[in-house]
């Protein structure tokens, strides 16, 4: 569902995403590791088609991001790192406002908000302006706006980030839920949550992959926790 051919983008002297190239499937949910920098956010812009590339294209769903950039942002839901939102609004204007964008009309929308408020349990804050709520519930309606295309492809940059304990323990049972019949890319620097969620792991540093594996087999393969082992390449590769 997403195919990624030598990637890159830089700003200015910075080379941000250096020739990257990976694919990943249906069912797959792909965690994207990086120490701070490393290029996962820049990446994740460009496959939203919210960044042009400097060289290098992707596919979405058999569209590229290039050639058919609208056609690619009706195949993904994406939570940005920092997700805009219009702070006077309430979640559900907010929640309309995006379904109109979406052009989701009547019987549809009505089905579309309900799913993503139960889903995201935003419903205690459904009559609250924004600019009210906590940072844990604006990433969860942050989450409730990726999801309520019903899309294929899910792109989320950190997607728990600002969650107590509990709701870190909801979010990541719904992507559970939700794993084998989309393809989820997941940006996090939260571990646990690679262990917890993700069939696979890229690990990044300077804008270059460098490693594309298994959680299990990163830990058989180093002998040690994904901590140590994520420690381990990225000092190993920017020393």
Do not use: W
């Not at 219009?86 to 052009?103: H, K, P």
């Not at 799913?115 to 309606?141: A, D, M, N």
């Amino acid at each position: 569902m997403i195919s990624v051919q030598e990637l890159r983008r830089s700003f200015g002297p910075l080379v941000a995403v250096d020739g990257i190239s990976f694919e990943v499937g249906k069912g797959e949910v792909l965690g994207f590791l990086g120490p701070n920098g490393a290029g996962k956010s820049t990446a994740m812009k460009m496959l939203t088609c919210f960044l042009p590339p400097d060289s290098g294209t992707a596919s979405i769903c058999g569209y590229d991001i290039i050639k058919d950039p609208i056609k690619v942002r009706e195949s993904v839901g994406y939570l940005a790192e920092n997700a805009p939102a219009y702070g006077e609004m309430t979640v559900g204007s907010f929640l309309n406002f995006i379904c109109d964008a979406r052009e989701i009309k009547g019987a549809r929308r009505k089905e579309a908000i309900g799913r993503v408020v139960k889903l995201c349990s935003i419903e205690s804050v459904y009559h609250q302006s924004i600019e009210t709520l906590s940072k844990g519930y604006r990433r969860r309606v942050g989450l409730a706006q990726a999801l309520i295309h019903d899309p294929q492809v899910l792109i989320l940059d950190e997607p728990t980030d600002g969650l107590d304990p509990n709701q870190k323990y909801e979010v990541r049972q719904l992507i559970n839920k939700m794993a084998k019949d989309k393809c989820i890319i997941i940006s996090t620097h939260i571990l646990e949550e690679v262990e917890a969620i993700c069939t696979r792991t890229i690990i990044i540093a300077r804008g270059k992959i460098l490693v594309d594996s298994t959680p299990a087999k990163l830990k058989e393969e180093y002998h040690c926790s994904l901590d140590e082992v994520f420690r381990k390449i990225t000092r190993k590769k920017s020393a």
